[in-house]
Structures are given as structure tokens and as C-alpha cells.
């Protein structure tokens, strides 16, 4: 079955290819923000992190179907990833001061990364279905200051949910995981497989 990767990001490329998976990668063009409004404004009652599973999962699943209608009987992967405090939903930063601003509220707490992936088949969603690993970042100190400000230097940050990577410099800043290493990273590829098997890839 051809296999399309509904997504541009590197990361999660690099993870399906360490599988040795063979696939092709599409973009799709869905306005995230509009559907992302609509689940916190739907779910205002529910906690931050209800509201992070349930727009991983619609977001997931929006860029994969957005595919799959230009492109019948093929297996299309959508995913998407966000970094989460009791208080804030983190996307991708819009600038250098916004990006400092999640790093430094991240700082000597613990938050989660949800990733939500949807399997897509001819506009049908065949599984849909979330990760989450909790991670906790070193107090802020002197230390913190200085690899924030040279994280931020590097631009790494201004593509990644929550400012920061788990396989680059922002690594620096990570005391503890609790979870899926590859659920941080944007893809939960042991479980991802799992699912690949049983669609027979």
C-alpha cells in the first residue's frame, strides 16, 4: 500500500525512514488555527491537557484527510504536536521573545508533549489516537539563562511546538522524561508501526 506522510517536518521523516518505510511526503494546507479555536472554545470546561488530546487527534486527522482527498486508496500518516502546561497550550513560537517566554515559564516545572497521529484511508479515518510523555526542565538559574538565550541564537526553536527539541540543543534544558521518547521528538513510531502492521504496509 503507498504510504503518504501528511507533514514537513524532518523529525518525523527521519523516524519513519529509520523504520524502512517506504513513503512520500505531502503538505497539507488546513487553517490549524481556526480548528484549534473551535476545540478550546468547545471544551472550555475540560482541563488544558483534555483539550491538547482532543486537538492532537482533530488536527492529526484534518491534515491527513486534507491529503487523502487528492489522493484515493493510499495510506495517508498525519500528526501533530504540542507542548502543554496546567495553564497553556504551546505551539511553534512567532518570534525570538515569544519562544524565550515559553522556555522561561517551562523552566523548574513539569508539562507534557501530546502527540496525536491519524491513519487515514479514502477521507475514512482507520485510527486516530494520542501520545503524551511528561517532561520536566532543570530550575531556572544562570546556567538556564545562557542556554536559552544560545538555543534561541540558533533559530532550532522557531519550527518546534513549545520552543525546543528533544534530539538538538534543547535537550540542554531537560532534566527527567516520563513516557515515549519519540512522542517528544513529534512521532510515537513504536506505536505508529504497531498500527502500520495491522494495515499491512
Given at each position: 500500500?503507498?504510504?503518504?506522510?501528511?507533514?514537513?517536518?524532518?523529525?518525523r521523516?527521519?523516524?519513519?525512514?529509520?523504520?524502512?518505510?517506504?513513503?512520500?511526503?505531502?503538505?497539507?494546507?488546513?487553517?490549524?488555527?481556526?480548528?484549534?479555536?473551535?476545540?478550546?472554545?468547545?471544551?472550555?470546561?475540560?482541563?488544558?491537557?483534555?483539550?491538547?488530546?482532543?486537538?492532537?487527534?482533530?488536527?492529526?486527522?484534518?491534515?491527513?484527510?486534507?491529503?487523502?482527498?487528492?489522493?484515493?486508496?493510499?495510506?495517508?500518516?498525519?500528526?501533530?504536536?504540542?507542548?502543554?502546561?496546567?495553564?497553556?497550550?504551546?505551539?511553534?513560537?512567532?518570534?525570538?521573545?515569544?519562544a524565550?517566554?515559553?522556555?522561561r515559564s517551562?523552566?523548574?516545572?513539569?508539562?507534557?508533549v501530546?502527540?496525536g497521529?491519524?491513519?487515514?484511508?479514502?477521507e475514512?479515518?482507520?485510527?486516530?489516537?494520542?501520545?503524551?510523555?511528561?517532561?520536566?526542565?532543570?530550575?531556572?538559574?544562570?546556567?538556564?539563562?545562557?542556554?536559552?538565550?544560545?538555543?534561541?541564537?540558533?533559530?532550532?526553536p522557531?519550527?518546534?511546538?513549545?520552543?525546543?527539541?528533544?534530539?538538538?540543543?534543547?535537550?540542554?534544558?531537560?532534566?527527567?522524561?516520563?513516557?515515549d521518547y519519540?512522542?517528544?521528538?513529534?512521532?510515537?513510531?513504536?506505536?505508529?508501526?504497531?498500527?502500520?502492521?495491522?494495515?499491512?504496509?
Amino acid at each position: 500500500m503507498e504510504i503518504i506522510l501528511a507533514s514537513k517536518s524532518p523529525r518525523r521523516k527521519e523516524l519513519l525512514e529509520m523504520c524502512n518505510i517506504n513513503f512520500s511526503t505531502m503538505v497539507s494546507e488546513i487553517d490549524e488555527k481556526k480548528i484549534e479555536n473551535e476545540i478550546i472554545y468547545s471544551n472550555s470546561e475540560k482541563s488544558m491537557f483534555e483539550k491538547a488530546d482532543l486537538l492532537t487527534s482533530a488536527l492529526a486527522f484534518n491534515k491527513a484527510n486534507a491529503i487523502s482527498k487528492e489522493n484515493p486508496n493510499k495510506l495517508i500518516i498525519g500528526s501533530d504536536t504540542v507542548v502543554v502546561s496546567e495553564n497553556e497550550i504551546l505551539g511553534k513560537p512567532n518570534s525570538h521573545e515569544d519562544a524565550y517566554r515559553m522556555l522561561r515559564s517551562l523552566c523548574g516545572s513539569k508539562h507534557r508533549v501530546y502527540t496525536g497521529v491519524s491513519l487515514v484511508k479514502n477521507e475514512t479515518a482507520l485510527e486516530t489516537f494520542t501520545s503524551y510523555t511528561e517532561v520536566e526542565f532543570f530550575d531556572y538559574d544562570d546556567n538556564m539563562e545562557k542556554i536559552i538565550r544560545d538555543y534561541i541564537k540558533s533559530e532550532s526553536p522557531m519550527d518546534k511546538a513549545g520552543a525546543y527539541g528533544i534530539q538538538d540543543m534543547g535537550a540542554l534544558l531537560i532534566k527527567k522524561i516520563s513516557g515515549d521518547y519519540y512522542t517528544v521528538m513529534g512521532l510515537p513510531i513504536s506505536k505508529l508501526y504497531r498500527s502500520l502492521i495491522k494495515y499491512q504496509i
